[in-house]
């Protein structure tokens, strides 16, 4: 008799429990683009470069973060979020800060949000050159936006064995100072008078190869804010022949 008193407790318990954690599992959807404002292009990033950073309104009125990550391409996808309201903005990345937070309802259709920025820098004019077993990349900056500009800190080339090439996917090997262009200076000494958005000087930087690889490659350059992130060129594929010397 005493066995039976203990178990049927033990059992309602274990049929509460259940009950109180049967929730439907989160099927919100959200996916979008970061867009440079200035060309309509989406932004160029490496992976985990930057993040949306989302806070749910639905059920707190001071509700924890959550980062969505961002591919190299800009894009976001988001498939498992619990359906609610949400305020959504681009956080952490090479683009000048936003202040605004949208207002997002995400629900099991899918929702779209784009977020339009505007980039510290843009590399422009960029150009490569497989000369034997050097390889020689060039580009010069443009500046969207000069007021209040922070000090631009270097250009500097990003190669890997894959398609993932940048801060967080790069061979070391290429990391030295050697092989980067270090500039230190504030925009306007090292702008064009004659237009003041763009670099008076195309940086150059030449870098070692080895016979028979295949390159992803690209230029980054960063300025010296919060995060310290790199806006680039786009990525190219380099094939280096067999017999290169």
Not at 102 to 121: R, S
Not at 188 to 206: F, G, H, L, R, W
């Amino acid at each position: 008799m005493k066995k039976i008193i203990f178990i049927l407790p033990l059992l309602a318990c274990m049929l509460s429990c259940m009950e109180i954690d049967n929730f439907d599992a989160p099927d919100g959807k959200v996916s979008g683009r970061i867009i440079d404002k200035t060309t309509g292009l989406n932004m160029m990033f490496d992976n985990n470069d930057t993040k949306i950073r989302i806070w749910e309104r639905s059920y707190s009125l001071k509700p924890e973060p959550q980062d969505l990550a961002v591919k190299a391409d800009g894009t976001y996808k988001n498939t498992k979020l619990f359906r609610g309201t949400y305020n959504m903005l681009p956080y952490n990345g090479s683009y000048w800060p936003c202040d605004t937070t949208f207002y997002v309802p995400i629900g099991k259709k899918g929702t779209v949000q784009d977020f339009y920025v505007t980039p510290y820098l843009q590399l422009t004019d960029f150009k490569y050159e497989l000369n034997g077993l050097e390889l020689t990349m060039s580009c010069r900056l443009r500046a969207p936006i000069t007021e209040g500009m922070p000090q631009v800190q270097e250009v500097r080339p990003f190669l890997n064995l894959n398609q993932h090439c940048g801060y967080a996917n790069h061979i070391g090997y290429y990391w030295s100072d050697d092989y980067k262009v270090r500039i230190m200076k504030p925009w306007e000494n090292i702008c064009n008078k004659q237009a003041p958005n763009y670099s008076k000087d195309t940086y150059s930087v030449t870098v070692p190869v080895k016979a028979g690889y295949t390159y992803w490659v690209r230029l980054g350059a960063k300025v010296n804010n919060s995060f310290e992130n790199y806006n680039y060129t786009e990525t190219v594929k380099i094939e280096v022949p067999a017999d290169a010397q």
